[in-house]
Nanobody, 112 residues
Framework: QLQASGGGLVRAGESLRLSCIAS????????MGWFRQVAGKEREWVAR???????GYANFVKDRFAISGDNVKNQLYLQMNSLEPEDTATYFC????????WGQGTQVTVSS
């Protein structure tokens, strides 16, 4: 089970930190990722972190976001800085290969 939280309404340039609790997944052995979806559009990949801690980001992140994980708490995080209106979406966490059923996600709204 995946439960994302931490979204909200912010202004352009501000920051948010998303969190994800992943039940039934051992972060020590599973690469994890963040994804986002705008209503009416396909879900897109945002960031991933490997079991070794190597992070990868979509081009649109442009060094603004940072993904991290806590293997003890089995929690995943996404620090989002310099948010832009184009980042407005529902954000989801999942395994990097999207193998778990999708949770409800957390809504991020960035006003200009």
């Amino acid at each position: 089970q995946l439960q994302a939280s931490g979204g909200g309404l912010v202004r352009a340039g501000e920051s948010l930190r998303l969190s994800c609790i992943a039940s039934g997944i051992d972060f020590r052995f599973t690469a994890m990722g963040w994804f986002r979806q705008v209503a009416g559009k396909e879900r897109e990949w945002v960031a991933r972190i490997t079991t070794g801690g190597t992070a990868g980001y979509a081009n649109f992140v442009k060094d603004r976001f940072a993904i991290s994980g806590d293997n003890v708490k089995n929690q995943l995080y996404l620090q989002m800085n310099s948010l832009e209106p184009e980042d407005t979406a529902t954000y989801f966490c999942n395994t990097a290969a999207s193998r778990m059923p999708w949770g409800q996600g957390t809504q991020v709204t960035v006003s200009s």
